[in-house]
């Protein structure tokens, strides 16, 4: 797989539920960031952590970061018919470095 | 809130012809960023910009592209001959290099090659 890949691909919920989506990458991190993508439109950071941290919070958002295993995932609590878009995770290797992004999970949350 | 704003949000252009993409970044930040996503593909990095000079690129910015800040808030993404397959949207960022807000995407630009 390369690097940043999301599984799974596409989630549905019902609102209220929690989402938890994973992200695996292969090289060494500097930091890995999460961003959500409303269909058609920009990229919006949610939430970054760093090589040296384990678990981050940022309102409705949790991430942890596993660095032995490569991995990372995000979870959203609670969530909204408007948390529906796709959610990528992205690496850089050096801090303001080039971002890696994953092909992304395509939430849905049905109200 | 500061935003990163790009110009035009669609262009659409001749096979062969050259296009400029404008960005303007967030004022403080030191770290400029083209990526661009093909139409349901992930999105790719191009090329970084710091210090006045390109610090990083992808096999993607091959000679066809150019980046210039051509001064102290413009910054531009050229295509100096449009190819169909360059058809995505293509996205700026800027960041300050450190912190913990990540990277600043705009809304980017839709660019059609027709």
């Known amino acids: 797989s390369q690097q940043g890949e999301e599984d799974p691909q596409a989630l549905s919920i019902q609102e209220g539920e929690n989402a938890t989506m994973n992200c695996s990458y292969k090289t060494s991190i500097n930091n890995l960031q999460w961003y959500r993508q409303n269909s058609g439109r920009g990229l919006v950071h949610l939430i970054l952590?760093?090589?040296?941290?384990r678990e981050k919070h940022s309102g409705r958002l949790r991430v942890t970061l596993d660095t032995s295993k490569k991995s990372s995932s995000l979870l959203i609590t609670a969530s909204r018919a408007a948390d529906t878009a796709s959610y990528f995770c992205?690496?850089?290797?050096?801090?303001?470095?080039?971002?890696?992004f994953g092909q992304g999970t395509e939430l849905s949350v049905k109200p | 809130e500061p935003e990163v704003t790009q110009t035009p949000s669609h262009q659409v252009t001749q096979m062969g012809q050259e296009v400029i993409l404008r960005c303007v970044p967030i004022s403080n930040h030191l770290y400029f960023y083209w990526y661009r996503q093909i139409l349901g593909q992930k999105v790719e990095f191009l090329v970084s910009?710091?210090?006045?000079?390109?610090?990083?690129k992808s096999e993607i910015f091959d000679d066809q592209f150019s980046v210039e800040r051509p001064d102290g808030s413009n910054f531009t993404l050229k295509i100096r001959s449009t190819k169909l397959e360059d058809s995505a949207m293509y996205f700026c960022?800027?960041?300050?290099?450190?912190?913990?807000?990540?990277?600043?995407f705009g809304s980017g630009t839709r660019l059609t090659v027709v």
């Open positions: 910009f710091y210090n006045n000079e390109i610090s990083e």
């Open positions: 960022a800027s960041s300050e290099g450190q912190g913990d807000d990540g990277y600043t």
């Open positions: 992205a690496t850089a290797r050096i801090q303001g470095g080039k971002l890696i």
């Open positions: 952590i760093r090589s040296n941290e």
